[in-house]
């Protein structure tokens, strides 16, 4: 189970609801996807009022839990600001913290990202991060209050994958017991393989679904690569080799042995 802030969920994926063809198919794609939480943006959906009230109703129907996001904030001003309103719009403690240092690569501002953090974990806040790769900024979101981590893969809607694979083992080695998440630049069900079989407590992702041929399938394919990379770690994972090993044993040869010179 994947636990959170205290509550316990069966799915390992977060799912944001932006960018889908239509509000059916981003119902389909969770139902499809298993996730029990989704995330919102409030600064992005309520700048269409028309289209943000189906929107509305459409998450309140899913029944999932909604993990408001602070999307398109770039101080931490107004991350808090943003995040006060949406505890009061949504009734959750709940919040993703995004604080956007650059509108072309959509990468954490994080010296903002720490201050928000800390302001509104004092404040009341469940406060999810989303960071970089960087175990020293990890540590002070953790000082801050933030007892979930959520590191980049690469940038958000990049599908690039795991760009730095080794920093994101380091922060789970220093991190054992915080859960960590993968959130954002994942593209293909086994860049999620391999963000679990690192053992990583979760995914978030957006565009490697809503944009996909097939978003409902692909929701699919999701869910059971995290399943499965999840069940490959915890069943342990045999470490790579320089050498090649007989993968079949040879106690004695049965046979006896063909002398090939004669
Ligand atoms: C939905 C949301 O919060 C995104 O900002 C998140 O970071 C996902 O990024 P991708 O779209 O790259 O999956």
């Given at each position: 189970?994947?636990?959170?802030?205290?509550?316990?969920?069966?799915?390992?994926?977060?799912?944001?609801?932006?960018?889908?063809?239509?509000?059916?198919?981003?119902?389909?794609?969770?139902?499809?996807?298993?996730?029990?939480?989704?995330?919102?943006?409030?600064?992005?959906?309520?700048?269409?009022?028309?289209?943000?009230?189906?929107?509305?109703?459409?998450?309140?129907?899913?029944?999932?839990?909604?993990?408001?996001?602070t999307a398109?904030?770039?101080?931490?001003?107004?991350?808090?600001?943003?995040?006060?309103?949406?505890?009061?719009?949504?009734?959750?403690?709940?919040?993703?913290?995004?604080?956007?240092a650059?509108?072309?690569?959509?990468?954490?501002?994080?010296?903002?990202?720490?201050e928000?953090?800390?302001?509104?974990?004092?404040?009341?806040?469940?406060?999810?991060?989303?960071?970089?790769?960087?175990?020293?900024?990890?540590?002070?979101?953790?000082?801050a209050?933030?007892?979930?981590?959520?590191?980049?893969?690469?940038?958000?809607?990049?599908?690039?994958?795991?760009?730095?694979?080794?920093?994101?083992?380091?922060?789970?080695?220093?991190?054992?017991?915080?859960?960590?998440?993968?959130?954002?630049?994942?593209?293909?069900?086994?860049?999620?393989?391999?963000?679990?079989?690192?053992?990583y407590?979760?995914?978030?992702?957006?565009?490697?679904?809503?944009?996909?041929?097939?978003?409902?399938t692909?929701?699919?394919?999701?869910?059971?690569?995290?399943?499965g990379?999840?069940?490959?770690?915890?069943?342990?994972?045999?470490?790579?080799?320089?050498?090649?090993?007989?993968?079949?044993?040879?106690?004695?040869?049965?046979?006896?042995?063909?002398?090939?010179?004669?």
């Amino acid at each position: 189970m994947l636990e959170l802030y205290g509550t316990e969920f069966s799915s390992r994926m977060l799912l944001g609801t932006a960018g889908y063809a239509s509000p059916d198919l981003l119902r389909q794609a969770v139902e499809a996807s298993g996730a029990e939480i989704v995330t919102v943006s409030l600064r992005r959906e309520s700048a269409r009022a028309k289209t943000g009230q189906g929107f509305w109703g459409l998450i309140e129907e899913l029944g999932c839990r909604v993990l408001p996001n602070t999307a398109g904030c770039h101080t931490a001003k107004e991350a808090i600001t943003t995040a006060q309103m949406a505890r009061e719009l949504f009734g959750t403690n709940w919040i993703k913290l995004e604080v956007i240092a650059n509108d072309d690569t959509l990468q954490p501002e994080v010296f903002g990202l720490v201050e928000a953090a800390a302001e509104l974990n004092a404040d009341g806040f469940d406060v999810l991060p989303y960071t970089t790769e960087d175990l020293s900024v990890a540590e002070r979101l953790a000082a801050a209050g933030c007892e979930v981590l959520m590191p980049w893969g690469s940038p958000i809607g990049s599908a690039r994958g795991l760009a730095n694979k080794t920093a994101l083992k380091t922060l789970r080695a220093y991190f054992p017991d915080t859960p960590l998440i993968v959130d954002a630049g994942l593209g293909a069900a086994s860049h999620a393989a391999e963000v679990m079989e690192m053992g990583y407590d979760g995914v978030l992702l957006n565009t490697a679904v809503a944009k996909a041929g097939d978003p409902v399938t692909m929701a699919r394919g999701f869910a059971s690569a995290i399943e499965g990379g999840r069940l490959a770690y915890e069943a342990g994972i045999v470490e790579p080799r320089d050498m090649a090993t007989p993968s079949t044993p040879i106690a004695g040869t049965p046979f006896f042995k063909i002398d090939n010179a004669s």
